[in-house]
């Protein structure tokens, strides 16, 4: 008997695009329950579309790191290029601490 | 690991794992360029920071529901209110992708019993599902029927 999760990992590696729900939702789940102190129930399905999201917002941020990667001429990706990328980008404006400490 | 990690955090740290993200964010840049580690390691951590942010607001999201358990529509909701409203037509696309797949699966492949759909037939079966997804969230985004009216400026 095929297991659902052996299956849609099968799946999502097949379907082209690369890293479809390969963050492990469990680790997922874990952090949103950590993010705060009376987090409710955590339905089975809203760590599949914060993995999509995830993998989203990633993707954002790197590709704008990136930007600032290529304005300076390097081809190695810094610390500061993340920074200025947040910085820059007003929705990231929640990573600003973030950023500034490290 | 500077002293501010292990007193900053009091319960064990969940964070995403490296190998896994490390893959993902080469994978978004040409082969040959390169990524420091504090960089590498400091994009792990703005994930993981940006999941506490559409946490936190998915919960205020479900509470102004009166729902008990978070479910995917709160966190649609909640990425709209945080700006990244960009993202929810991809998200969701992902997510009932993953209800078709895991549906195949338990079924024992009943899809191809039968009604044997054919690709367009799916493809549009797929799109039908999205459209009546998106009523139900463009009517949902009108405002649930009974919602407090205590903080009328965290409205969007």
């Known amino acids: 008997m095929r297991q659902a999760g052996t299956y849609s990992g099968l799946l999502s590696k097949m379907s082209g695009r690369a890293g479809t729900h ?33 993998e989203l917002f ?16 390097r ?3 810094l610390k500061d290029d993340v920074a200025s990328a947040v910085i820059a980008t007003d929705i990231f404006d929640f990573l600003l601490t973030l950023v500034s400490e490290s | 690991m500077e002293p501010m990690d292990i007193v900053g955090k009091s319960k064990e740290d969940a964070s995403l794992p490296k190998a896994t993200m490390t893959k993902i964010i080469k994978e ?19 994930c993981v920071e940006f999941i506490n942010l559409v946490s936190s607001e998915s919960n205020e999201v479900c509470s102004r529901e009166d729902k008990r358990t978070i479910a ?11 700006g990244f409203g960009e993202y929810i037509e991809e998200v969701y696309a992902a997510y009932e992708q993953h209800k078709l797949e895991t549906m195949d699966s338990l079924k ?8 044997e759909m054919t690709e367009e037939e799916a493809a549009a ?11 139900r969230m463009n009517g949902g985004a009108a405002g649930p029927p009974k919602q407090p009216d205590i903080n009328p400026s965290l409205e969007s």
């Open chain 1, 22 to 54: 390969s963050l492990p939702l469990a680790r997922i789940k874990k952090i949103m329950k950590k993010s705060g102190d009376d987090v409710k129930m955590i339905s089975g399905e809203a760590p599949i579309v914060f993995s999509k999201a995830c």
């Open chain 1, 58 to 73: 990633i993707e954002e941020l790197t590709k704008r790191s990136w930007t600032m990667t290529m304005q300076g001429k």
């Open chain 1, 75 to 77: 081809r190695t990706l």
């Open chain 2, 28 to 46: 978004m840049l040409p082969a040959d360029v390169r990524v420091a580690r504090d960089a590498q390691d400091l994009l792990i951590e703005c």
């Open chain 2, 72 to 82: 995917p529509e709160h966190v649609l909701k909640a990425l709209e209110v945080l």
């Open chain 2, 108 to 115: 024992g492949g009943k899809w191809s019993n039968g009604a």
């Open chain 2, 125 to 135: 079966e797929q799109q039908r599902m999205f459209a009546e997804a998106r009523a």
